[in-house]
């Protein structure tokens, strides 16, 4: 009976002496506080490693990605730590799913906790639970945090693709109306929680856009680059317009698909080669973006051309055509805009 109860004892001293070096040794905050060090430090490449991703596959992640236009959180620090109910997997009757049933009769999971994380981020304060498991058996069980709910992403968009430098790094925007593709929108960039400044170059159409946005830890966000057209571009896509008006009207006849111009009783289809135009009124035009980033023209009010000629009976016949400008202005290799109108058949409504 001695040698049995000296052997259990022994026993029961060394699961006590596994249970209480895990529990100083490895515990569920552990992980919690390396990845706070990694966010307050804005290290990309640490915070890779917990995620588990390589910081060179992820422009924001890399070193130097984050040295400007980036503010890390502050005061991030593990607040809390509540370790799972005890339950099991049962099934549900349907015999085709299971749910979980928490057993509040038995010790907590003492494998999986939940850790939360306080910190701050551009003056406003947050929280995030943390999903944290140890695996394993032995003297060794380190625990590790659930990567899935720490996946931060921003996504830059803007009036026009192109280039955007979000912090350090300069990434590739998406188009705002991004709808008119048949492509799902662009993934998000994943980044660290902070708050970021987000920059675009302007050009001959769009002015420069800056905007900062704040992302906590965990969500997907946008910032959105408003740019303003420049007032130059309006004018120019306005003056491209009248010219191809004029262009038009010189050209004489019956005008070619792409002037837009409307005449209803069908006596322009027959008018001579040779009939001249006059331009009463041009249209007034709205200049606003397009779904591709260049600039969109759409006549407000029709404008008017008046044209005669003489019939082979001897009778001169007037013809007023109402004059639309829709079309597309882009820029051109010069660096100014481009208009290129909307062909489509006379009388056409959509002209």
Do not use: K
């Amino acid at each position: 009976m001695v040698p049995v109860a000296a052997g259990a004892v022994l026993v029961l001293a060394a699961v006590g002496a596994l249970y209480l070096v895990q529990g100083a040794r490895y515990s569920p905050e552990q992980p919690a506080r390396e990845l706070a060090e990694a966010l307050e430090a804005g290290d990309g490449p640490a915070v890779a490693a917990i995620l588990g991703v390589e910081a060179t596959d992820h422009p924001m992640l890399a070193a130097g990605a984050l040295d400007t236009g980036y503010e890390a959180p502050t005061g991030v620090e593990v607040v809390g730590v509540e370790y799972d109910t005890a339950g099991q997997w049962e099934g549900t009757g349907d015999g085709t799913s299971v749910r979980w049933v928490e057993d509040y009769t038995r010790r907590p999971d003492m494998d999986h906790a939940t850790v939360t994380l306080a910190y701050s981020l551009g003056g406003q304060a947050y929280t995030v639970d943390l999903d944290a498991t140890r695996e394993g058996t032995g003297w060794a069980r380190p625990w590790s945090l659930n990567p899935a709910p720490l996946e931060t992403t921003v996504r830059a968009s803007a009036t026009r693709a192109g280039a955007v430098q979000l912090a350090a790094a300069s990434v590739n925007q998406t188009a705002e109306a991004a709808q008119w593709d048949d492509e799902d929108d662009a993934p998000g960039l994943l980044v660290l929680p902070g708050v970021y400044t987000a920059t675009a170059a302007g050009d001959g159409l769009w002015s420069d856009a800056q905007t900062t946005v704040a992302v906590p830890l965990g969500e997907d966000v946008a910032a959105v680059l408003s740019a303003d057209i420049q007032p130059d571009a309006e004018d120019a896509v306005t003056a491209a317009v009248v010219a191809h008006i004029d262009s038009c009207a010189a050209a004489g006849g019956y005008p070619d698909a792409s002037c837009g111009w409307r005449e209803d009783t069908g006596w322009m289809t027959i008018m001579p080669a040779d009939t001249p135009w006059s331009v009463e009124t041009y249209p007034a035009v709205e200049v606003a973006p397009d779904y591709t980033g260049g600039l969109e023209v759409t006549t407000v009010t029709p404008g008017s051309a008046v044209a005669e000629y003489e019939t082979a009976a001897g009778e001169t016949r007037t013809i007023t055509a109402e004059v639309h400008a829709n079309g597309v202005a882009i820029l051109g290799d010069d660096g100014t805009p481009v208009y290129t109108p909307q062909a489509c058949d006379i009388g056409a409504s959509y002209c």
